[in-house]
């Protein structure tokens, strides 16, 4: 299965936080699944590690050197940015919003922690 890592568990997953469910913690391990993680991931972490939020004490730079070799890297094409604008307004977030699209364009599941997130009529999965 391709799995698509929103932020917070992109996060979670390379400081090996307890906050990691163990759900996700199976999916991410199990080998037979292909992780991705977002560029827009790393432009959240970039905007948000700024202003100091607790939830983002991370350099995007140092994030991106400590994933694991066989996590690939989505970057966000035009056709991502123009799904967005056919998602209900559910939830306002611009990078989530562009995750769920980078999930619907490319056919792979989302991982998210966020109820409201889930709540998309997408390939979108709440761990």
């Known amino acids: 299965m391709r799995l698509l890592l929103d932020t917070h568990l992109?996060?979670?997953a390379a400081a090996r936080?307890?906050?990691?469910?163990?759900?996700a913690r199976r999916l991410i391990a199990d080998a037979d699944n292909d992780l991705l993680f977002s560029a827009a991931s790393f432009r959240?972490?970039?905007?948000?590690?700024?202003?100091?939020?607790?939830?983002?004490?991370v350099d995007a730079r140092l994030l991106k050197r400590g994933l694991l070799?066989?996590?690939?890297?989505?970057?966000?094409?035009?056709?991502?940015?123009?799904?967005?604008?056919g998602l209900p307004p559910?939830?306002?977030?611009?990078?989530?919003?562009?995750?769920?699209a980078q999930a619907i364009t490319e056919g792979v599941t989302l991982l998210t922690s966020d109820a409201t997130v889930a709540?998309?009529?997408?390939?979108v999965r709440k761990v």
């Open 10 to 12: 992109l996060l979670w």
């Open 17 to 23: 936080s307890r906050r990691l469910s163990v759900a």
């Open 44 to 57: 959240e972490v970039a905007i948000k590690h700024s202003p100091g939020r607790a939830d983002f004490r």
């Open 69 to 85: 070799d066989n996590d690939q890297e989505l970057s966000i094409s035009s056709e991502h940015a123009s799904t967005t604008e």
């Open 90 to 100: 559910l939830h306002k977030d611009p990078f989530d919003r562009l995750l769920l």
């Open 119 to 123: 709540g998309y009529p997408a390939p």
